[in-house]
Every structure is written in structure tokens, then in C-alpha cells.
């Protein structure tokens, strides 16, 4: 499957973003679908992520309450809503798949997942 991420930008502190990632190759809700984030000179690190029904999710601490994941599986789409955005949430995002369905014990381990998208970049100014 091929992913392609898209709606990142630069917004004041508070404010609010919606991104998207887009899929296509295969059939979408056949996949565990996350987000990943990794800000300059850090590691990436796992956001959120959504079982293949789109029915359970789980956050990272750092967002939660914050940042809503979901899916359309009719339009192959995974979307991060992010609002009250901090300087800290300053990053590339990327969506990233899984075809294996690991579980929901590994949803935060990139190595859970066997696609990424190119990544789209985050800036959050004070």
C-alpha cells in the first residue's frame, strides 16, 4: 500500500489542524492504521492509532484529549484532527500501516508497522 500524508503547516499556538493521509494499493480497512511524529534531532514517537474497523483507538499521553484519530475506510483516508496545538507538537508526522495486526499491545512500536508515508511537517509557533 502506498501512503501519502498531506494537511501540515504552520499555526500559531492554540490553534488547530486537521491532517490526512491517503491510501491506495489495496483494500485500506484491511489495516491498523497509526501516527507517528518525530520532531528535530529526536526519535519518532507514536501518536495515536485506530484498529481497522475504526471502532477502538489508542493515544499516546502526551496528546491525549487534544488529537482525535479516525478513518474513512469508503475513502481510504486516516485523519489526525489536532487542536490546541503546542510549540512542542512541532514535528514531521507520518501515517503509518499494519497488514499483520499485531495487536493493540504493539500499537506504539513502529516496528508494528510495515508502511509509511512520506511525512508531512508540523510547525507550531508561540
Known amino acids: 500500500v502506498q501512503l501519502q500524508a498531506f494537511g501540515g503547516g504552520l499555526v500559531q499556538a492554540g490553534g488547530s489542524l486537521r491532517l490526512s493521509c491517503a491510501a491506495s494499493?489495496?483494500?485500506?480497512?484491511?489495516?491498523?492504521m497509526a501516527w507517528f511524529r518525530q520532531a528535530p534531532g529526536k526519535e519518532r514517537d507514536f501518536v495515536a492509532a485506530?484498529?481497522?474497523?475504526?471502532?477502538?483507538?489508542l493515544y499516546a499521553d502526551s496528546v491525549k484529549g487534544r488529537f482525535t484519530i479516525s478513518r474513512d475506510n469508503a475513502k481510504s483516508t486516516v485523519y489526525l484532527q489536532i487542536n490546541s496545538l503546542k510549540p512542542e507538537d512541532t514535528a514531521v508526522y507520518y501515517c503509518?500501516?499494519?497488514?499483520?495486526?499485531?495487536?493493540?499491545?504493539?500499537?506504539?512500536?513502529?516496528?508494528?508497522?510495515?508502511?509509511w508515508g512520506q511525512g508531512t511537517l508540523v510547525t507550531v509557533s508561540s
Open positions: 494499493g489495496r483494500t485500506f480497512s484491511n489495516y491498523v
Open positions: 503509518a500501516a499494519d497488514w499483520q495486526g499485531w495487536g493493540r499491545a504493539l500499537y506504539r512500536v513502529t516496528n508494528t508497522y510495515d508502511y
Open positions: 485506530i484498529d481497522r474497523s475504526g471502532g477502538s483507538t
